[in-house]
C-alpha cells in the first residue's frame, strides 16, 4: 500500500516535471522529493520517471500510474472537503443551477437570504436546461438545482418552493387558441411533443402521458431538448405541449397560445440534490429558499405561490 506522501509527491511531480517546483508545492526539500520516489521506484520495481540533466519525464509505467490513480486522488480529496465543510459549517463555494426565467429570479431571491445568513460561503449560479439537470447533479457539476420536481434514484426533493397552474402550448392559429381552456382529454385530439428519453420516466409520464385519464391515447409528437426549441416546434405547427402559467409571461411569442388546462393539477417547483451530497451549505441553501416564500411567522403554513407573476 502506498502512503499518502509518496503519493502526493508522485502525482505532483508528474504534473511538474521539475523537482524543484514539485518540492516547492509539497513545501519540503528537492532532497526528499528525490529520495521518496526513489523508494517509490524501488517499492514498484522499475522507473517512474526518466530524468536527464535537463528533463524529467514519465516513463510508460508511470504516465498509466498517473492516469488511474489522478482520478481517484481526486475523488477522495473532494470526500474529505464535504466532510470538512460538515463539520465546520457553511463555508466553500456552493454551485447551484435553475431551469427557466422564472426559477432564475426565485433562485436569485433565495441566494440573497442565504449570503445575507451565511457571509463566508460563495454561490456560484448556472442554468441548466431541463435534460441537463439529473447528469450534473449526479456527476458533481453543481450541488443543487431548482426545477419541475422529479422523482430519480439517489436525488433528494427538498419542499415544494412555488406551485403554478398548468397550461397548453399551441400554435396560434390552431382551434385550441380561441378558447378560454382546455381538458386534458383534448390532450388526445392532438399531437403531444416529447421530453427527451433520457428524462425520468414519471417526469415524462406526468408532462407527455400516453394517453388521457378516460383511457383515450395520445399521440407523440417529436421531442426536444431545451424549452425554446420545444416552443419553436410548437409554433411551426409540429404539435402541442403542457407548460407552467409562468411561460405566457416569460416565453411570449406571436406564434404560440397558452391556454388553461380546467382539469389539470398544479406545477411543482422545488429543489433538488444528491442524496450523499447533502452538505452544510446545501441545507442552509434549501432553508433560506423556504424562508424566501414563507415568512418566519408562518413556516408550518403550506406554500402556495405562483410563478406566474400574477
Same mark, same amino acid.
Given at each position: 500500500?502506498?502512503?499518502?506522501?509518496?503519493?502526493?509527491?508522485?502525482?505532483?511531480?508528474?504534473?511538474?516535471?521539475?523537482?524543484?517546483?514539485?518540492?516547492?508545492?509539497?513545501? #519540503?526539500?528537492?532532497?526528499?522529493?528525490?529520495?521518496?520516489?526513489?523508494?517509490?521506484?524501488?517499492?514498484?520495481?522499475?522507473?517512474?520517471?526518466?530524468?536527464?540533466?535537463? /528533463?524529467?519525464?514519465? &516513463?510508460?509505467?508511470?504516465?498509466?500510474?498517473?492516469?488511474?490513480?489522478?482520478?481517484? +486522488?481526486?475523488?477522495?480529496?473532494?470526500?474529505?472537503?464535504?466532510?470538512?465543510?460538515?463539520?465546520?459549517?457553511?463555508?466553500?463555494?456552493?454551485?447551484?443551477?435553475?431551469?427557466?426565467?422564472?426559477?432564475?429570479?426565485?433562485?436569485?431571491?433565495?441566494?440573497?437570504?442565504?449570503?445575507?445568513?451565511?457571509?463566508?460561503? *460563495?454561490?456560484?449560479?448556472?442554468?441548466?436546461?431541463?435534460?441537463?439537470?439529473?447528469? +450534473?447533479?449526479?456527476?458533481?457539476?453543481?450541488?443543487?438545482?431548482? !426545477?419541475?420536481?422529479?422523482?430519480?434514484?439517489?436525488?433528494?426533493?427538498?419542499?415544494?418552493?412555488?406551485?403554478?397552474? /398548468?397550461?397548453?402550448?399551441?400554435? =396560434?392559429?390552431?382551434?385550441?387558441?380561441?378558447?378560454?381552456?382546455?381538458?386534458?382529454?383534448?390532450?388526445?385530439?392532438?399531437?403531444?411533443?416529447?421530453?427527451?428519453?433520457?428524462?425520468?420516466?414519471?417526469? /415524462?409520464?406526468?408532462?407527455?402521458?400516453?394517453?388521457?385519464?378516460?383511457?383515450?391515447?395520445?399521440?407523440?409528437?417529436?421531442?426536444?431538448?431545451?424549452?425554446?426549441?420545444?416552443?419553436?416546434?410548437?409554433?411551426?405547427?409540429?404539435?402541442?405541449?403542457? #407548460?407552467? !402559467?409562468?411561460?405566457?409571461?416569460?416565453?411570449?411569442?406571436? *406564434?404560440?397560445?397558452?391556454?388553461?388546462?380546467?382539469?389539470?393539477?398544479?406545477?411543482?417547483?422545488?429543489?433538488? +440534490?444528491?442524496?450523499?451530497?447533502?452538505?452544510?451549505?446545501?441545507?442552509?441553501? =434549501?432553508?433560506?429558499? +423556504?424562508?424566501?416564500?414563507?415568512?418566519?411567522? &408562518?413556516?408550518?403554513?403550506?406554500?402556495?405561490? =405562483?410563478? =406566474?407573476?400574477?
Amino acid at each position: 500500500m502506498l502512503e499518502r506522501h509518496e503519493l502526493e509527491a508522485f502525482l505532483v511531480l508528474a504534473e511538474e516535471l521539475h523537482f524543484g517546483h514539485t518540492a516547492e508545492r509539497l513545501h #519540503v526539500s528537492t532532497a526528499r522529493v528525490s529520495q521518496t520516489i526513489r523508494k517509490l521506484e524501488r517499492r514498484v520495481g522499475v522507473p517512474l520517471f526518466n530524468r536527464t540533466s535537463r /528533463r524529467v519525464e514519465l &516513463s510508460p509505467v508511470g504516465r498509466q500510474l498517473y492516469e488511474e490513480v489522478r482520478p481517484a +486522488w481526486t475523488r477522495i480529496g473532494a470526500a474529505l472537503e464535504r466532510a470538512i465543510d460538515t463539520g465546520r459549517g457553511v463555508t466553500g463555494t456552493l454551485r447551484v443551477a435553475f431551469t427557466g426565467a422564472a426559477a432564475g429570479q426565485l433562485l436569485v431571491g433565495a441566494t440573497e437570504v442565504f449570503r445575507q445568513r451565511q457571509p463566508g460561503c *460563495d454561490v456560484q449560479i448556472r442554468e441548466a436546461q431541463i435534460g441537463e439537470v439529473l447528469p +450534473w447533479l449526479r456527476d458533481g457539476e453543481v450541488e443543487i438545482v431548482l !426545477a419541475n420536481l422529479m422523482h430519480a434514484p439517489g436525488i433528494i426533493i427538498g419542499p415544494v418552493l412555488a406551485r403554478e397552474a /398548468r397550461m397548453l402550448a399551441v400554435p =396560434s392559429g390552431h382551434p385550441f387558441a380561441r378558447r378560454t381552456s382546455v381538458s386534458v382529454e383534448d390532450l388526445a385530439r392532438v399531437k403531444v411533443l416529447q421530453l427527451p428519453v433520457t428524462m425520468p420516466e414519471s417526469l /415524462r409520464a406526468d408532462r407527455t402521458p400516453r394517453q388521457t385519464p378516460g383511457g383515450r391515447p395520445i399521440e407523440s409528437g417529436p421531442s426536444a431538448t431545451t424549452f425554446q426549441e420545444m416552443l419553436t416546434l410548437i409554433g411551426a405547427g409540429q404539435g402541442v405541449f403542457p #407548460v407552467g !402559467a409562468h411561460a405566457r409571461r416569460y416565453y411570449a411569442r406571436p *406564434d404560440v397560445a397558452y391556454i388553461p388546462f380546467s382539469d389539470a393539477p398544479p406545477l411543482e417547483w422545488g429543489l433538488m +440534490w444528491r442524496a450523499d451530497g447533502a452538505t452544510a451549505r446545501v441545507r442552509a441553501f =434549501s432553508q433560506a429558499a +423556504w424562508c424566501t416564500v414563507i415568512p418566519e411567522a &408562518s413556516h408550518r403554513r403550506t406554500a402556495e405561490r =405562483s410563478l =406566474s407573476g400574477a
